[in-house]
Nanobody, 119 residues
């Protein structure tokens, strides 16, 4: 059974940076696509970024140029580097594992980590 554990969330001022980490266990990490989604209060959960097993990345328009998703297959870990954070980035961020079939399909989810951008 796949387990995904996020860390690295917190409170940051506008313009600041955070790096989220997600440690995966219970599957063959290197063969799976990975992604990060987020859900703000009263809004739907949206995909922020995903990375294929061979390292190809995709980003939501709202975070392009500010967020970077990477993976370390030796550590079974995926990261989300978030720079120039804005108040509208405030949300619970969820790590997910899935597959690509034209687009990315998340299957398994972590418990989420809160990111709050506020002065």
């Amino acid at each position: 059974q796949v387990q995904l554990v996020e860390s690295g969330g917190g409170l940051v001022q506008p313009g600041g940076s955070l790096r989220l980490s997600c440690a995966a266990s219970g599957g063959i990490f290197s063969l799976n696509a990975m992604g990060w989604s987020r859900q703000a209060p009263g809004k739907e959960r949206d995909l922020v970024a995903d990375i294929s097993s061979n390292g190809r990345t995709n980003y939501a328009d709202s975070v392009k140029g500010r967020f970077t998703i990477t993976r370390d297959n030796a550590k079974n870990t995926v990261y989300l580097q978030m720079n120039n954070l804005k108040p509208e980035d405030t949300a619970v961020y969820y790590c997910n594992q899935g597959f690509h079939s034209g687009i990315y399909h998340p299957i398994d989810w972590g418990q989420g980590t809160q990111v709050t951008v506020s002065s």
